[in-house]
Structures are given as C-alpha cells and as structure tokens.
C-alpha cells in the first residue's frame, strides 16, 4: 500500500490542482478515462470547434435574405473531425506524458478508483492507496434510458458522436436540452437532415420562459423539432436505425436515421466511486455535498483534508463553474488556517446552439418566487430595435433583463440571438459588482452602433427607479 500526501480523481478539473506548493510531497493523480477529462476531449472544446465551422456553414443561408448570394457546397467531414482530434488529442497526450513521466513527485493511475475507506482507494487493478488529503473530481456521465436497442451501433452519445467516418444523412437527436441543442446545430449547419425530439413540450425548458418559448420556434426554424415524446426504442431496419418515441398522448412516432445521438441528462460520477460506503452527503441526485470551502461533508460536518469539485458537487455541470471551484479548493487545500469561500453569485452559461443562448442570474419565474417581497421591472428588447440589427435584418434575437425596480438591483439576464454569449457578458460584471441598472446604462460608453446597444436599450427601457447620483 502506497501512502500520498494528496489522491486526486479525475484528470479534468482535478489535474489543475496540483500546483507547485506540492513539489515536495507525494501526489497520486487517478483517472480511469482519457486524461483530461470531459471539456478537454468530449465536452466544451471539441462541440465548439465544431460549433464555428457549422456556423459559417449555416451563414450561406442567412446571407441571401440580406441579397448575398453565398452557396453551402458541403462540409468536409474528415478534414473538420481531424483538425479538431488532431489539435486536442496531442494535448491530452501530452498532458498524461507530463504527468506520467516527467513529474517525479506525481503518481498517475490510468485506471478507476473507488473509496474502501475514508482515506483509502482501491484501483481497478486491486492497487491499495491512502492518502493525508483527498480530491474528488469525477464528473459526469450520459445517461442512457434503458430502452430496447440503446446499445446498436449508430447509436451515441456525446463522448462517440463527433468521431463519426462520415457526416450522416439522417440523424434523430434525443433530448432538449444543452447538448442536444448544440449538436442539432452543428449537423443541421454541416447538412444532415436533423430531427430532434424532446419528451417535455419545449426546447430549453430550463431557460427563462420566454427564450425556451423562442428557441422552440427557432430551432423548429431550422430543423425538425418533435416535443411531447419520449424515447421507446431503437430497431435496425433496412438502412439504418428506426428510433421509436411515444407521445404524451399516446401517440407513436418513427423516425427512420443512419444515427442517433442520445442527449438525455447526465449523470454525477459517485455511483462508481463507492461514496456511499463511506458516508458522504449526497443530494437527491447522487452530486456530493460541499460546504462554501469545498470540503465534503458527512452528517452535515466537513471530513478533514476532503474536497470535491466540478460536476460530481454542483449542480450547474458547467466548466467556468468546475475552474473556479478548483481555485478555491487549491486555496483550501494550501491554506487550512485561512479557508475561502467559493462564490456562486451570478452564475452565467451560454448554450452555443442557432441562435445562441446566454443566461445569467434569475429568470423572470425564479425572481418572482425568490423575492414574493420586491416590485420586479421586466424588459424585452429585440435585436431588430438596434441599428447593427436594422443591419442583420435580425426578426428573432432579444434580450431580457430582470432587476428590481426600486433599486435597480439586476437580478437576471436572458439573451437569444447571434453571439448571445458575448453580449451577456456586461450583465454578469454587472451582478458580480453591485453595479445598478442605471450605473451600468448610463456609466460606461456604449459603441454606436455596435449590437452591444441592444443591452444598453434593454437596460433604459427596465423604467427603474432613478437614484440621486445616478451617471447622466
Ligand atoms: C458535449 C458537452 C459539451 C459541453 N460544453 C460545455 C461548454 O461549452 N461550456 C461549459 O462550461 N461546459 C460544457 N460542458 C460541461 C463541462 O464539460 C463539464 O462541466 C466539465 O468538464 C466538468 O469537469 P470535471 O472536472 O468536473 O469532470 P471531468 O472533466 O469529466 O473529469 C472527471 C474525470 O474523472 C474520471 N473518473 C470518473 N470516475 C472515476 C473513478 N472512479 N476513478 C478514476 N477516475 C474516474 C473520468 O474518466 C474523467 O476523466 C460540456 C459537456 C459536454 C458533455
Ligand atoms: N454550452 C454549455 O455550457 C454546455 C454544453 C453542453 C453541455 N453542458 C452541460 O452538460 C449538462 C448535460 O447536458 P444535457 O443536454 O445532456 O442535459 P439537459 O439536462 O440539459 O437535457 C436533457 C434533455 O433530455 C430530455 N430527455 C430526457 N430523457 C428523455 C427521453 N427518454 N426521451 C426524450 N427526451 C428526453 C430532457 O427533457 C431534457 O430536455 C448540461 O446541464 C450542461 O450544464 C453545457
């Protein structure tokens, strides 16, 4: 049995941990899946080198309503997948390499672990290790509903489909959510025929109401959007895969596809790591339970030199969310006596679907139910009322601000459209520094006429109070 100053599971977030303040300690680094973990090689970085491509590919079709005549002659598939694979795959060999062979200090396991005790990991290979301090940072995974024909070839998940030989004709996407939606986009950009099907009865529905009622008819826009049915079954048939869904009415419905992609949730990696066995707090969903400081908690007490991070403990399954939380356990970890707290103010995420999505804070429904006791201003503003958007010809991006009227406290903002992602972002600097409504419409310059003006119309048009000294 091999003794460690600090155990670490999972490569992704987990590998950021060890940092130079463990030179002179010994350090076991655990992952059973491709070193780096989920953003690295099947999540966040792979889906948007996709995402850009599709994008210009998609703009073909935008241009000829502003009278450009820009023809979609095809995407090269291959060439797309292994740039892509090319770039990120030596990075993540790279990584292992570093760790593996170059570290003196670093023990890397490339295999699963699971807890035996407190301090205590068993590896798949039957290797015993314990260690002074443990990090856990085992992810997520995709859940698979246990179907009839879930396990045919043609059908994926996100770790395999972007890995196809060849762009398929046909894909049927299952699910409503982030994944789903992006990968609808992508194929649908590079030329599939694409239907996505969604078991509740809109798309995005974790969304403020108003931006999963426009994606719904937006998305349904582009490709085909079936709601209100659920994945059945999946059959081989002639050529290719017939995917069964039932409707909430009862009703059947076949799609026939060379490929399905299964987005349907996932799932916080505790099950396969043995957590129960040692009493850790778990919520309703397995994710493991944290203080403010990251360490894990039994009976509602924090478990001396045990942390955890990224999509085994939160709830938002979001890399900015997994970095930040690893800051602060690295900070913890190093610093017992001076603990930090993570913080969880204005939390934002953007879905990189067509058109984009962007969230921040509340939406309308949750700042209506967190604050019964507050007067809320709600504004829309439409792409369209901007003059970049006169120059887009844009008829369906918005923004949507939440605040409270009195204060100009902004509470949530909500943006669908092109580059919704970069547009939130004054929004969010906003909330994380106290910043009003009317501080940020009227404080800083806004660029005439940059899309940006469609934030600072929103923002005027909230009709917050005004407060003395508020910037003219
Ligand atoms: C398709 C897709 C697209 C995404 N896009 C975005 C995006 O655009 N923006 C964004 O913010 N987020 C995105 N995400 C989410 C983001 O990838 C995750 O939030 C983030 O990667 C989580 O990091 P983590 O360190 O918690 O886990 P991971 O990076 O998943 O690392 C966990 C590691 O632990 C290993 N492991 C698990 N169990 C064990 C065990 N018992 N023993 C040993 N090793 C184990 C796994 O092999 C894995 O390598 C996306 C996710 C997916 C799937
Ligand atoms: N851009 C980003 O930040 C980004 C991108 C991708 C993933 N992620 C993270 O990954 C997480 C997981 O993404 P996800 O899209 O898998 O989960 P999700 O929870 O967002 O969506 C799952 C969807 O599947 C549907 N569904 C479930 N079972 C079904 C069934 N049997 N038949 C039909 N539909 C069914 C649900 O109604 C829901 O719409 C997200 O919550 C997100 O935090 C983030």
Same mark, same amino acid.
């Given at each position: 049995?091999?003794?460690?100053?600090?155990?670490?599971?999972?490569?992704?977030?987990?590998?950021?941990?060890?940092?130079?303040?463990?030179?002179?300690?010994?350090?076991?680094?655990?992952?059973?899946?491709?070193?780096?973990?989920?953003?690295?090689?099947?999540?966040?970085?792979?889906?948007?080198?996709?995402?850009?491509?599709?994008?210009?590919?998609?703009?073909?079709?935008?241009?000829?309503?502003?009278?450009?005549?820009?023809?979609?002659?095809?995407?090269?598939?291959?060439?797309?997948?292994?740039?892509?694979?090319?770039?990120?795959?030596?990075?993540?060999?790279?990584?292992?390499?570093?760790?593996?062979?170059?570290?003196?200090?670093?023990?890397?396991?490339?295999?699963?672990?699971?807890?035996?005790?407190?301090?205590?990991?068993?590896? +798949?290979?039957?290797?015993?290790?314990?260690?002074?301090?443990?990090?856990?940072?085992?992810?997520?995974?995709?859940?698979?509903?246990?179907?009839?024909?879930?396990?045919?070839?043609?059908?994926?998940?996100?770790?395999?489909?972007?890995?196809?030989?060849?762009?398929?004709?046909?894909?049927?996407?299952?699910?409503?959510?982030?994944?789903?939606?992006?990968?609808?986009?992508?194929?649908?950009?590079?030329?599939?025929?694409?239907?996505?099907?969604?078991?509740?009865?809109?798309?995005?529905?974790?969304?403020?109401?108003?931006?999963?009622?426009?994606?719904?008819?937006?998305?349904?826009?582009?490709?085909?959007?079936?709601?209100?049915?659920?994945?059945?079954?999946?059959?081989?048939?002639?050529?290719?895969?017939?995917?069964?869904?039932?409707?909430?009415?009862?009703?059947?419905?076949?799609l026939v596809a060379d490929v399905v992609l299964v987005a349907a949730g996932r799932v916080p990696n505790t099950d396969t790591l043995g957590v129960a066995g040692i009493g850790l707090d778990q919520r309703e969903d397995g994710t493991l339970l944290v203080d403010e400081y990251q360490r894990l908690l039994r009976g509602g007490e924090p478990v001396p030199g045990m942390f955890a991070m990224g999509d085994v403990a939160n709830l938002e399954q979001l890399k900015h969310v997994a970095n930040?939380?690893?800051?602060?356990?690295?900070?913890?970890?190093?610093?017992?006596?001076?603990?930090?707290?993570?913080?969880?103010?204005?939390?934002?995420?953007?879905?990189?679907?067509?058109?984009?999505?962007?969230?921040?804070?509340?939406?309308?429904?949750?700042?209506?139910?967190?604050?019964?006791?507050?007067?809320?201003?709600?504004?829309?503003?439409?792409?369209?009322?901007?003059?970049?958007?006169?120059?887009?010809?844009?008829?369906?991006?918005?923004?949507?601000?939440?605040?409270?009227?009195?204060?100009?406290?902004?509470?949530?903002?909500?943006?669908?459209?092109?580059?919704?992602?970069?547009?939130?972002?004054?929004?969010?600097?906003?909330?994380?520094?106290?910043?009003?409504?009317?501080?940020? +419409?009227?404080?800083?310059?806004?660029?005439?006429?940059?899309?940006?003006?469609?934030?600072?119309?929103?923002?005027?048009?909230?009709?917050?109070?005004?407060?003395?000294?508020?910037?003219?």
């Amino acid at each position: 049995m091999t003794h460690y100053d600090l155990a670490i599971i999972g490569s992704g977030s987990g590998n950021s941990v060890i940092t130079g303040y463990w030179d002179d300690k010994k350090v076991a680094l655990i992952d059973g899946g491709i070193f780096g973990g989920t953003c690295l090689n099947v999540g966040c970085i792979p889906t948007k080198m996709y995402v850009y491509p599709a994008q210009l590919a998609a703009s073909a079709a935008e241009a000829k309503k502003l009278g450009v005549d820009l023809e979609f002659k095809g995407a090269d598939w291959v060439g797309i997948r292994d740039r892509i694979f090319g770039r990120i795959d030596a990075i993540s060999e790279g990584g292992r390499r570093y760790r593996d062979l170059e570290l003196e200090n670093v023990d890397l396991y490339s295999e699963y672990a699971t807890f035996t005790g407190e301090k205590e990991l068993t590896m +798949a290979s039957g290797a015993v290790i314990t260690a002074d301090n443990i990090v856990v940072a085992s992810g997520s995974r995709a859940v698979l509903p246990q179907v009839r024909g879930i396990d045919l070839p043609g059908v994926h998940t996100s770790d395999t489909i972007m890995r196809l030989d060849e762009l398929p004709e046909r894909i049927v996407i299952v699910g409503g959510g982030y994944i789903a939606s992006e990968f609808a986009a992508v194929f649908s950009g590079l030329g599939s025929s694409v239907t996505q099907v969604n078991r509740s009865g809109a798309l995005m529905r974790h969304q403020d109401a108003d931006i999963s009622t426009a994606f719904t008819k937006a998305a349904a826009a582009r490709w085909n959007v079936e709601l209100n049915s659920h994945l059945t079954g999946i059959r081989t048939a002639d050529r290719g895969l017939v995917v069964e869904f039932e409707g909430t009415d009862g009703k059947k419905l076949e799609l026939v596809a060379d490929v399905v992609l299964v987005a349907a949730g996932r799932v916080p990696n505790t099950d396969t790591l043995g957590v129960a066995g040692i009493g850790l707090d778990q919520r309703e969903d397995g994710t493991l339970l944290v203080d403010e400081y990251q360490r894990l908690l039994r009976g509602g007490e924090p478990v001396p030199g045990m942390f955890a991070m990224g999509d085994v403990a939160n709830l938002e399954q979001l890399k900015h969310v997994a970095n930040r939380e690893t800051r602060v356990v690295v900070h913890n970890l190093e610093n017992p006596s001076d603990l930090r707290p993570m913080d969880r103010r204005a939390v934002a995420a953007a879905v990189f679907t067509n058109p984009q999505i962007a969230t921040v804070g509340l939406s309308e429904a949750e700042a209506r139910f967190a604050h019964p006791e507050r007067e809320l201003a709600v504004a829309i503003q439409e792409y369209g009322s901007t003059a970049y958007g006169w120059a887009m010809d844009d008829t369906e991006g918005f923004v949507k601000i939440v605040a409270d009227k009195h204060t100009g406290e902004i509470l949530g903002g909500h943006i669908m459209g092109h580059e919704a992602s970069l547009l939130i972002q004054p929004l969010i600097q906003a909330m994380v520094n106290g910043t009003t409504v009317a501080q940020l +419409a009227r404080g800083p310059y806004w660029i005439h006429p940059a899309l940006t003006e469609v934030v600072e119309n929103a923002l005027l048009s909230l009709g917050v109070d005004p407060q003395a000294g508020d910037p003219l």
